[in-house]
């Protein structure tokens, strides 16, 4: 049994390489991204919006942070999609999804079907609110840092079906210690 922990910045690939690789390994599949754009959703709010609305009220950051701490604790075989999934399960195999800006925010542009200006900008107004949260909250100044992982892959070339398989090879190599 593994707790395998995903991180990336938007567009990396940690959802669809999340869902494929849980779904590969039998494992319970967790998104803190698909939560947070649900509640964005129920409050008629963007994503954008909605990350301005946290770093005012920071009661449904913290919700949803102990949510993934708590279902770290519980359970034993999952995949979690997170950008502190890492950070409060720390008895996980922690994996880094790398991929550069420019294939990134393409990807944003096809998953959320708006325009690359638009990407850009919320990209970037995302990210800057994520470091802050992330600061004020848990004094993480670099959620990103490749010390935080104990893997790192770089999507911008692959496929999520390629990323899988190099995580599987990661996974096996636990299982033989």
């Not at 690789?21 to 954008?48: H, P, Q, V």
């Not at 949510?67 to 994996?95: N, P, Q």
Request: charged share 30%.
């Amino acid at each position: 049994m593994a707790k395998i922990t995903i991180f990336g910045l938007a567009g990396a690939g940690k959802s669809s390489v999340g869902k494929l690789l849980a779904k590969k390994l039998g494992a319970d599949f967790i998104s803190s991204g698909n939560l947070y754009r649900e509640e964005a959703k129920s409050r008629g709010l963007t994503l954008s919006e909605f990350e301005v609305f946290c770093l005012k009220d920071d009661s449904l950051d913290r919700a949803l942070d102990n949510k993934m701490k708590e279902y770290g604790c519980t359970h034993d075989h999952f995949v979690a999609e997170s950008r502190l999934a890492w950070f409060f399960i720390s008895d996980s195999i922690k994996i880094k999804l790398d991929c550069d800006f420019n294939t990134r925010v393409g990807r944003v542009v096809s998953r959320d079907q708006v325009s690359l200006e638009h990407a850009l900008k919320e990209t970037n107004l995302r990210e800057a609110a994520h470091l802050e949260r992330f600061r004020q909250y848990y004094g993480i100044s670099r959620y990103d840092a490749d010390e935080n992982f104990d893997h790192i892959i770089d999507t911008t070339h692959s496929c999520p079906e390629d990323v899988v398989e190099k995580i599987c090879d990661i996974i096996s190599t636990y299982e033989h210690r």
